[in-house]
């Protein structure tokens, strides 16, 4: 049987922190874009969010978050190590 889980282990892993007064915007804008990637939050306390996002989708990923950032709806955005990719991992 397949489960997301598994299939995120496989996509490039992001964080990014959002302007907390603007995520409202920031989630409706970025979930407009179908299966560009899976987003939740990290760290309510600190608006951090963790990406995963597929190979194929990476390229329109980074220029949403460019956009992001240009009208300071991000701080920063950036690439780590996929932590499910640990098979003691879980979501």
Not at 5 to 24: E, G, L, P, T, V
Not at 28 to 38: N, P, Q
Not at 57 to 84: A, C, D, I
Request: proline share 3%; hydrophobic share 40%.
């Amino acid at each position: 049987m397949f489960i997301e889980a598994d299939y995120m282990k496989y996509c490039r892993y992001f964080q990014a922190q959002i302007d907390r007064s603007r995520i409202w915007f920031f989630t409706a804008t970025l979930r407009s874009f179908e299966h560009l990637c899976f987003d939740r939050t990290l760290d309510k306390q600190k608006s951090i969010f963790e990406f995963f996002v597929p190979e194929e989708n990476v390229q329109k990923f980074m220029g949403l978050m460019h956009w992001y950032q240009t009208h300071s709806y991000v701080s920063y955005v950036q690439e780590l190590p996929n932590r499910l990719a640990s098979p003691d991992s879980a979501l």
